[in-house]
C-alpha cells in the first residue's frame, strides 16, 4: 500500500515538473517572440482607426494661455508685443495643462498662438497629452519654428564679391495647428474629445516659447480650384492688365530656419543677378531647403485688385522625382490644389508657372491691391502615402529578419536546411505580403511620379528579393546578408525621398496674358558664360578674400550664421 502510494506520488510530481517545464518552455517563446516584434507606438492612421466613425462638430474653443489649470514648476506670466492679453510662459522644460470643457464629443483640430522665446535658437518642441494619455506617435514631437531674416543688406568687399549678412531672429506671434512634422498625414492632426472637461498638457522637450492661446476648432478645408474661381468672379475679380512683378529669391523677407540664407550658384547665364567669377548671392534654397515644414516668405505689393498669375524661376537636381511645395498667400491656402505644387527634376533652371500641370492653364490667383505675403512651404505632397507605406514595411522587414535569425542565427550556413517553412510559417506568409507591397510601391511611385528609373531600384530589388524567399524557403540562408543590406538601403532611400530641395531664382507675379522670359540658357548663352568663366580663370583669384569698403577686413568682420 505505502508502495503505492508512493508511485502515485511520484507520477504526480513527474507530470508536475513536466507541465510546468512546458508552461515556461511556451512562456519563453512567447516572451522571445515579443521581443523580436518591433512594438511601435500607435501611429496617428491607427488612431483614427481606434476612435473609429466621429463627428467633427462645428465650434471653436479659445482656451487662454494664462488660464492654464496646472504645472510642475513656479510659471511667469508675460505681456509681449503684438498681443493684447497676458500669455504664460513655457519654459525649455517642464509641463503646463489646460481644461477645456467640450459640450459636443468628437473630432477637433488643436492649434496654438506663440510667441518664440530667447533660446538655443533650435526648433521648438512640445509633446502633448490629452487626459493624461498620449494620443499617438506623432503627438510627442510637435514642432514650433523659430522666424529668420538677413539682419541688414548684403555687403560687397573690395573685389566686388557679395557678402551676406548675419541671420537674426525675427519673433512674431504666430497660430499653428499641431502637425505632422514628418509630413505623412498632409492635413493638420484630429484629436478626439470627449463630452465634458479635457485636459490638454503640453509638456516641454526642446526650446522656451509663450503662449497667448490654445484654440480647440475646425480647421478649414479649402475650396477646389474651379469652385474659389466661381467665387472670385462673384466678388468682382477679373483678370489683371499689363502688370509684370519679378521679386529676387534672394530677397525673401522671412524663414523658418537661420539655413536658409542666400546662396550663389556661378554656373548659369540666366540667374540675375550674373557674373561669371565674381560672388553674387542671386538664389535662394537648395539642398538646404528640403525638410517638410521649412518655409520661405517673400512680400511684393500689386497695383490693383485682380486675378494674377504666379510663377517660380527655380532647379531641382534629384533625379526621378519632384519637390512638393505648398503655397500660402498671406498665410492662407487660396484653394485646394495650391496645398501641393509640383517641381518636377530639371538639369538647370526652369519656369514653373502655378496652373494645372495637365492642362497647361495657369491657376488664377485673387489678390487685392497692397502689399501681400507669399510663402512656399515644404511639404511631402501625393509622395507621403508611398513613404508612410515604405516606412511601415521597414519596421516589418526588421521584425522578420529578428524572426529569422532566432533560428538561422546572424551567419547561416548556407548548406544546412533550417525547414524554416515548417518552424516558421507565418513568417513566410508575412515575406510574401512584403513582397507583393513593395511590387506595389514600385507602381504607385511610378504613378505619382510620372517616371520609372532608378530612384525606384532599391524597391524593386527588394521586392524581388522577397518573392525569391517567399517562394523558395530553402534560399532564404543564402539570402539573408542581402536582405539585412537592403533594410539598410531602404531606409536610407526613405530619407533621401523626404527631401524636397528646390533653389529658388526669382519669383513672377503677372498678369495672366503677360509672356514670361525663358529660364533655361540658350546654346549661345552656355558658350559666351564658359568664355568668360574661362576668361576670368587668368585674371581672378579665387583664393583672395577682399577687404569691405573703409578698410575692415575678413577677420575684422562679424561671424556669418
Not at 513655457?90 to 533660446?119: K, Q, R
Request: aromatic share 10%; glycine share 8%.
Amino acid at each position: 500500500m505505502f508502495l503505492m502510494l508512493r508511485r502515485r506520488l511520484f507520477v504526480q510530481l513527474t507530470f508536475l515538473v513536466l507541465f510546468m517545464a512546458l508552461t515556461s518552455l511556451a512562456r519563453g517563446q512567447m516572451f522571445s517572440e515579443r521581443l523580436v516584434e518591433y512594438q511601435r507606438e500607435r501611429t496617428y492612421l491607427e488612431y483614427l482607426e481606434h476612435v473609429g466613425e466621429c463627428t467633427r462638430p462645428d465650434r471653436e474653443i479659445v482656451i487662454p494661455g494664462a488660464a492654464y489649470s496646472g504645472s510642475d514648476d513656479f510659471v511667469s506670466l508675460a505681456s509681449l508685443p503684438g498681443y493684447d492679453g497676458v500669455a504664460v510662459v513655457s519654459p525649455e522644460t517642464g509641463y503646463l495643462e489646460w481644461n477645456v470643457d467640450i459640450e459636443e464629443p468628437g473630432l477637433y483640430n488643436i492649434a496654438v498662438y506663440y510667441y518664440p522665446l530667447p533660446g538655443k535658437d533650435a526648433i521648438i518642441e512640445r509633446e502633448l497629452m490629452i487626459n493624461g494619455e498620449r494620443p499617438f506617435a506623432g503627438s510627442r514631437f510637435l514642432q514650433f519654428r523659430r522666424m529668420w531674416k538677413d539682419a541688414g543688406p548684403f555687403l560687397v568687399d573690395v573685389l566686388g564679391n557679395e557678402i551676406r549678412s548675419p541671420q537674426m531672429e525675427d519673433p512674431r506671434w504666430l497660430e499653428q495647428p499641431f502637425a505632422d512634422n514628418l509630413g505623412y498625414a498632409q492635413e493638420p492632426y484630429q484629436f478626439c474629445f470627449e463630452r465634458g472637461v479635457n485636459t490638454l498638457r503640453l509638456i516641454s522637450r526642446t526650446e522656451p516659447m509663450a503662449i497667448g492661446y490654445l484654440k480647440v476648432y475646425q480647421e478649414e478645408t479649402p475650396p477646389d480650384y474651379s469652385q474659389a474661381l466661381s467665387e472670385y468672379r462673384a466678388q468682382g475679380f477679373a483678370e489683371a492688365e499689363d502688370v509684370f512683378l519679378k521679386t529676387q529669391g534672394e530677397h525673401s523677407t522671412l524663414r523658418s530656419d537661420s539655413t536658409l540664407f542666400p546662396i550663389a550658384d556661378y554656373g548659369d547665364p540666366t540667374l540675375e543677378p550674373y557674373h561669371p567669377a565674381e560672388i553674387r548671392l542671386n538664389t535662394i534654397g537648395g539642398n538646404r531647403f528640403n525638410r517638410p515644414g521649412q518655409w520661405i516668405a517673400w512680400e511684393f505689393e500689386v497695383p490693383s485688385d485682380g486675378l494674377y498669375k504666379i510663377a517660380i524661376k527655380s532647379s531641382q537636381g534629384v533625379i526621378g522625382t519632384y519637390s512638393n511645395r505648398k503655397v500660402l498667400i498671406d498665410g492662407e491656402t487660396p484653394f485646394a490644389e495650391l496645398n501641393s505644387i509640383k517641381f518636377p527634376y530639371s538639369s538647370g533652371y526652369q519656369m514653373t508657372v502655378l496652373g494645372d500641370s495637365q492642362t497647361g492653364e495657369p491657376y488664377l490667383i485673387p489678390l487685392s491691391k497692397g502689399r501681400h505675403e507669399l510663402r512656399l512651404e515644404v511639404v511631402l505632397g501625393d509622395l507621403s502615402d508611398v513613404l508612410r507605406i515604405a516606412e511601415d514595411s521597414l519596421y516589418e522587414l526588421n521584425t522578420i529578419y529578428r524572426r529569422i535569425i532566432m533560428i538561422t542565427s546572424g551567419n547561416p550556413d548556407p548548406r544546412r536546411s533550417y525547414e524554416l517553412a515548417r518552424k516558421l510559417p507565418d513568417v513566410m506568409e508575412r515575406i510574401r505580403k512584403q513582397a507583393r507591397i513593395f511590387e506595389g510601391l514600385v507602381s504607385d511611385f511610378a504613378a505619382v511620379t510620372g517616371m520609372e528609373g532608378g530612384h525606384t531600384g532599391i524597391l524593386k530589388q527588394q521586392a524581388h528579393l522577397l518573392k525569391r524567399m517567399g517562394d523558395d524557403p530553402e534560399t532564404i540562408p543564402r539570402l539573408l546578408s542581402e536582405y539585412r543590406d537592403n533594410i539598410s538601403a531602404i531606409g536610407s532611400w526613405i530619407f533621401s525621398t523626404r527631401e524636397q530641395p528646390l533653389q529658388i531664382d526669382y519669383i513672377l507675379v503677372t498678369s495672366p496674358d503677360a509672356a514670361l522670359p525663358e529660364a533655361t540658357a540658350s546654346l549661345g548663352e552656355r558658350i559666351g558664360h564658359e568664355f568668360r568663366a574661362l576668361a576670368a580663370s587668368f585674371t581672378h583669384d579665387y583664393t583672395l578674400i577682399g577687404d569691405l569698403p573703409g578698410g575692415k577686413g575678413a577677420e575684422d568682420r562679424e561671424p556669418l550664421t
